[in-house]
């Protein structure tokens, strides 16, 4: 079995099916519940106003990723753009006052959520960052839920969250999909990781590698996600051609996707 994720994400049978799950990427677009001024500030943010979804804390964008309404209502301060082909991004906002301990905990989820969260907050701090993560039992800056969502459109969304705040916290929240069409009724711990490490490294700030064109992995049409507001900003030594295995690529081939060199190089510039 073929999964592709959208981190939203696409459970296909067969390599067959998996084709034409790609053409309909640009086709999950589920509107009618967000306002026009909502869209419109969305929009302005430089975001893709394609498929936004309304969720308790505010819109969900390109897949995967939380606006708030803080989000939505500070007027930006992103410096200029570097607009280039599929490199590393981060937003405007990063985790500050550094070096830092942020504490993770999973709440009401099951043992291979935990372990794959244990997994991936390994593989951060392998890395020997400014920033270090902390299990902890409850509580954390970021907590780690669970949601239950079958898929809609041919596509299941695996993992959500969000940037950081203005304020230079990182996002508090990583929700995660429970229905057994997500991860399959026997979870493989080390890609439910690897989707923990993406979620992780937008509540830290970090784009999605190909926001400029997210059909890049995930297929279907050009799509781009936009680059002002939250901000798409060029991070120095990054290639400026496609970079297949990034960890964050808008959409999963599947696997177990960690970081790659430039995704190391990203990491330890930023932190
Ligand atoms: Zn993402």
Redesign the pocket.
Known sequence: MKTLLN?AGVACISALVFTACKKNVAETVVQEEVSSAVLSKIQNLGFSTQGVHKVANGYLV????TLTDENLNVPSSSPNLIIASEEQYRTTNLVTRLPRTITVSVTNLPTVYSDATNNAINRYNNQHLGITFQRVSSGGNIDIIGFNQGPSGGYITLGSSGFPTASGDPYNQIQMNTNAQAYGTNPDPLYMASVIQ??MG?CIGFR?TDYMNRAYSCGGRHQNEGSAGVGAILIPGTPSKPDANSF?L?CSNGTNRTFNANDLIALNYLY
Do not use: P, S, T
């Open positions: 981190l390109e897949g995967d990723i993406h979620e937008h999605h964050m808008a």
